[in-house]
């Protein structure tokens, strides 16, 4: 038995990418091994001739082993099947998916309109890569009244981010793909917040999905993956050309680890969100708590688009706190639970100061001297994590 579309995402999401059986004993292992490989050998000069075929067609054709052979299929298949979409390319890394939708969408002359909550190094990228190709971009708050004046008759691209990188901020995806469908633009968002399971641009009008399976897919804080996915039959051409063209490959030992890490993306992810809630729950009774930036959370701005599009939450936090910048920092050097480090959608919790100047880039940021930490809640209890808080929040008091 195999599951099909009519399955619920959490079925078809096990039972996606398994390992097929062999034709001469009827076996097989339920996951796949990682097929390592550089070269690829053929049977014959025919055997090879059909797969240059099927490349130069624009499917899933290999000759080499840059794009990578059945491991890498299985998880783009897993990819597909989360977002809804026809075809995934893999990149080895968040931020080269990013590239990747970017080059692959824009050239010289263009202009691409930029949600200000992106993700940061976007700006970096922008700043050094696209300005040197003569590509131009506008940073804005997302939603169609600020947008629209900012159209040029070179706009093509509309790149968002929701819920926004720092501060969670929820953008209304159905308005903007109409809007880019209105203006003849291509909208891209980058998804790595919903990991393919929690939201699913695509299905609400978004031309590219980009997401970094570094965080919640893989889960373990193991490995670096992209991913980006996309419907539309001129999009995924772009994609493929562009995928191949620049190089893009990751290995098959990371495929692997992804694999392993998404079959518990379903359970991970609601233990996440429902630990978040928890610690929302806590930081809401106290003083010190100023505002509390996650959109599961019933006082958050984005709360209402959260339950309109979203299926789910996790464990990414931010909270504003009445600190001064040195008691910030004692509080997060206090912590004990919490690891200080970026990224995150592994196990284990982590806490991130965040620099004023990163968050005064969001328009829907206003202005205050309180400190801002962002919090990835992990799968520790969440009672020793409140605990962990609790303590840290004395010290820094002190
Ligand atoms: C982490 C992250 C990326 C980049 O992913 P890497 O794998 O670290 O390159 C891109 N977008 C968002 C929203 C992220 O959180």
Redesign the pocket.
């Known amino acids: 038995m195999s599951a099909s579309k009519n399955h619920h995402l959490d079925t078809l999401l096990m039972h996606t990418g398994m390992a097929p059986f062999d034709p001469a004993t009827g076996a097989a292992p339920v996951a796949l091994p990682s097929v390592r490989t550089s070269t690829v050998r053929f049977e014959s000069l025919d055997a090879l001739a059909k797969a240059r075929a099927t490349q130069l067609a624009g499917d899933r054709g290999v000759t080499y082993g840059r794009i990578g052979m059945q491991t890498h299929e299985a998880l783009e298949s897993v990819v597909c099947a989360l977002e809804s979409a026809e075809r995934c390319f893999l990149a080895p890394?968040?931020?080269?998916?990013?590239t990747l939708s970017v080059m692959a969408l824009l050239g010289a002359g263009d202009h691409m309109l930029v949600s200000d909550s992106v993700?940061g190094?976007m700006r970096y990228l922008d700043k050094t890569v696209l300005k040197r190709m003569s590509i131009d971009v506008t940073y804005s708050r997302a939603t169609v009244a600020d947008l629209e004046p900012l159209l040029r008759p070179e706009t093509r691209v509309l790149y968002v981010?929701s819920p926004g990188?720092l501060l969670f901020e929820m953008l209304d995806i159905p308005a903007l793909a109409q809007f880019a469908r209105k203006h003849n633009l291509l909208l891209v968002t980058?998804n790595?917040?919903g990991s393919g399971y929690l939201y699913r641009p695509l299905e609400l009008g978004a031309h590219v999905s980009?997401?970094?399976?570094?965080?919640y897919i893989g889960g373990h804080s193991d490995l670096?993956?992209?991913a980006v996915v996309a419907n539309d039959a001129d999009v995924i051409a772009r994609l493929n050309q562009t995928h191949y063209a620049m190089g893009y490959s990751i290995s098959a030992d990371d495929a692997w680890l992804a694999l392993r890490g998404v079959r518990t993306l379903p359970i991970r992810l609601r233990q996440h969100a429902q630990n978040a809630l928890r610690v929302c729950q806590y930081l809401a009774g106290r003083d010190d708590v100023v505002k509390i930036f996650h959109p599961a959370w019933p006082g958050d701005p984005g709360h209402a688009l959260w339950q309109r599009d979203c299926h789910g939450s996790n464990g990414m936090m931010a909270v504003e706190l009445k600190l001064t910048p040195a008691q910030a920092e004692t509080f997060v050097n206090a912590l004990t639970l919490f690891g200080i480090g970026f990224?995150?959608g592994g196990y284990e919790s982590l806490v991130q100061l965040i620099e004023p100047g990163a968050i005064a880039v969001h328009s829907y940021w206003s202005k205050s001297d309180n400190a801002i930490v962002r919090l990835h809640i992990g799968l520790e209890d969440p009672a020793d994590l409140i605990a962990d808080i609790q303590q840290a929040l004395a010290v820094a008091g002190k």
């Open positions: 890394s968040g931020l080269s998916a990013m993700y190094p981010e990188s980058d790595t917040w980009v997401m970094a399976g570094t965080k670096m993956l992209g990224s995150w």
